[in-house]
């Protein structure tokens, strides 16, 4: 079992990275539903789109003259070029993701990837937690992402993790990322169990990270070895129980994927319900967050 000092020290340090928002934010609607939120800096920025947004003191709306998603996805491609290149965005990655008030409805316009916590929007992810063994004696793949990505550059990783695409589903992103990430063929990725979901809600520099991870486990071949495939990993290491709840709580391994590993030593009985740090760490997983307005 975890030892009661390193769960101690992975509250502490997971409190820090996970921290819920503090900044104030103004909601973004699109035909009267909630869709994004923005700080009001970022919100008062949008002004310069007058054809675009509708700014008021408590929020911005898309304009009601676009009234169809794909008109919607057409001009916010255009306010996101501009922002790109004024360097107010992570790196572009002509990737779109659905914005919908509630995940599973159909998306009222589209957003480019890179853009997603500029505006705040409800983002979906996979991550699979790649293992070799059985359950009660396993061992966990963690990939160390390439310095040259754009978030969490040359930090741990899960093995296999992405984002969920507008048009592609949690399976067909899962298969995809594992070929990519560690070489794992889609026969071996459909095998991944579904595991539930955590959620992340929190500042970041570029905006706010809402978001949805859908959680797999993978249980890989003990003669596995990771291959990556699209030069977005740069290393694999294999590790035991401790050495995974050891990385977890330094900031070497991304937030994303400490939540998820963390889920699993949940599940898997490595974190006692008596100890005292418990009930703190079970309750990062699925968050109750209220977003913070301005008086």
Known sequence: MAPAPMLAQLLRRLRRVLAPPVAAYLPLRVEG????????????????????????????????????????????????????????????????????????????FELERAAARYFGIHTCAVHANGLVGAEGDWRMWLARRSPTKPIDPGLLDNLVGGGIAAGASVQATLVKEAWEEAGIASDAAWRARPAGEVKICRDQPDGLQRETIHVHDLWLPAAFAPQNQDGEAVEHR??????????????????????????????????????????????????????????
Do not use: M, N
């Open 33 to 108: 539903c909630a869709v994004g939120w923005l700080t009001p800096v970022r919100a008062r920025r949008l002004g310069a789109w007058p054809k675009v947004f509708d700014i008021g003191a408590r929020g911005v709306e898309c304009a009601r003259a676009l009234s169809t998603p794909a008109a919607r996805t057409e001009a916010l491609a255009e306010v996101a070029r501009v922002l790109a290149s004024e360097g107010a965005l992570t790196a572009w990655r002509d990737e779109r993701y659905g914005v919908a008030e509630h995940l599973g409805e159909p998306a009222l």
């Open 238 to 295: 294999l590790c035991s129980p401790a050495d995974a709840l050891a990385a977890i709580a330094t900031d070497d391994v991304t937030a994303d994927a400490s939540l998820v590993v963390l889920d699993f030593l949940i599940r898997q009985g490595h974190v006692e319900r008596s100890d005292a740090s418990f009930a703190a760490l079970d309750a990062l997983r699925q968050p109750s967050v209220s977003l913070p307005e301005p008086a």
